[in-house]
């Protein structure tokens, strides 16, 4: 596989409502996407690191370096055959899963394209349909929150996850369970808690939740292993769960019971299916994350979820949850039964509309090997 051409686009696009997590409320969405070019096909990724380093230490400054001084040269340099030669290139620089993972999608779709098949094929998925969820920001009120639930709801979603922060946790939970006793419901804190808040958190266990979400720091997996011993909800982690290696430690140690599977996270799709099959292996149950992506990275993150041990309700909605105009046709929905059709087209099997996206973009540069 020749690699012709590698173009960045830093873009910007608005939430259609806002997202509020422990760590803030965003109004809009700052991403990368990397288009890679090969005998008339093109490939598209996107890095999910925000602006700021909030969620992790990546930004999308820190992405757009990384891959202009390193990734991107080491690709052209060698040249690659198959994504997984990149994956393992990429290996000898230290961190920044968030700029690897988006050129080697951008590798994975110009790859299935160029061989004519749907990333699902190519991955080996199985499943034909994803359970949908939708994950639920801090709202002004609990009011709100239940309206948006409802809403949600209505619109055929089977889970729903909500964030919590300390402050905004048990009484919700308690409201949401009193206007809604029977949904599949989880929280997610996005590691805002500490040890010290063991009691507030234990009171949790009472509202029937899937699981709760890295209630610790993402270097922490001790302290959610204490944590864990003494609940009997599940522990997910989210954050800490950056590499197969650190997802064995953290079932040796008894850190968690469900592991969430991110792309971006973890740097790229060769990590992630290794996770996947090792978690197959523990018979420790995955799902797929979300980071608000655009239709192009939420079409990648539909193709992983094919796969056969991705057996909880994932973080995928539809286009219109996210954004007014998505940059892909046909948009994602979402059916009555609350499930994801996977896309059967070549590569990631939907189409990204090259005026939207010139319309987002704040920079753009072009990289020739
Ligand atoms: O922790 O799962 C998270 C969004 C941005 C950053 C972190 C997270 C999230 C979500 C959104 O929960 C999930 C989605 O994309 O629908
Ligand atoms: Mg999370």
């Known amino acids: 596989m020749k ?5 960045l686009s830093l873009l910007e ?6 997202f509020e997590t422990s760590f803030g409320r965003e109004e809009k969405r700052t991403f990368i996407l990397v288009k890679a070019a090969s005998g008339g096909e093109f490939g ?3 890095i999910v690191a925000d602006r ?7 930004t999308t400054s820190t992405a757009w ?3 202009k001084e390193f990734l991107i040269p080491s690709l052209f340099k060698s040249g690659i055959t198959h994504p997984q030669d990149f994956y393992e290139r990429a290996q000898v620089f230290k961190g920044h899963p968030m700029a690897k993972a988006g050129l080697e999608l951008a590798l994975w779709d110009l790859f299935a394209k160029c061989i004519g098949q749907p990333l699902w094929k190519v991955y080996g998925g199985e499943r034909q349909e994803i359970p949908a969820g939708v994950s639920v920001g801090i709202q002004d009120s609990t009011e709100e929150l239940l309206e948006r639930i409802r809403t949600f709801l209505d619109e055929g979603y089977r889970r729903v996850k909500i964030k919590i922060k300390p402050g ?3 009484h919700v939970c308690e409201e949401v369970r009193k206007e809604f006793p029977g949904i599949p419901l989880q929280v997610d804190a996005n590691g805002a808690y500490t040890l010290k808040d063991k009691a507030t958190l234990k009171r949790l266990d009472d509202f029937d939740l899937i699981m709760i979400e890295q209630p610790f720091p993402p270097y922490d997996l001790w302290d959610h292993s204490l944590l864990q011993k003494e609940m009997k909800t599940p522990l997910c982690l989210d954050e800490s769960a950056v590499s197969q290696d650190a997802v064995r430690k953290a079932l040796e140690m008894g850190s968690c019971r469900i592991v969430n599977i991110k792309v971006g996270r973890v740097g790229g799709i ?7 099959d090792f978690c197959r292996q523990k018979n420790i149950p995955v799902w797929c994350g979300g980071m608000l992506e655009s239709g192009i990275g939420r079409a990648h993150n539909i193709h992983l979820a094919t796969l056969s041990h991705f057996t909880l309700p994932n973080d995928l909605s539809a286009s219109k949850r996210y954004y007014k105009q998505d940059l892909i046709e046909p948009p994602v929905e979402i059916s009555k039964r609350g499930t994801i059709a996977v896309p059967q087209s070549p590569g990631i099997g939907v189409n990204p509309q090259e005026g939207r996206v010139n319309k987002s973009t704040l920079r753009h540069e072009i990289f020739s090997g």
Not at 3 to 7: M, N
Not at 13 to 18: E, G, I, N, P, R
Not at 52 to 58: A, D, H
Request: glycine letters at 2%.
């Open 270 to 276: 060769v990590e992630a299916i290794k996770i996947h």
């Open 3 to 7: 690699i012709e051409r590698i173009e």
């Open 13 to 18: 696009m608005s939430y259609v409502h806002y």
């Open 168 to 170: 905004w946790d048990v």
């Open 44 to 46: 598209y990724g996107e």
């Open 65 to 67: 370096t990384v891959l």
């Open 52 to 58: 700021m380093p909030l969620y992790s230490y990546e």
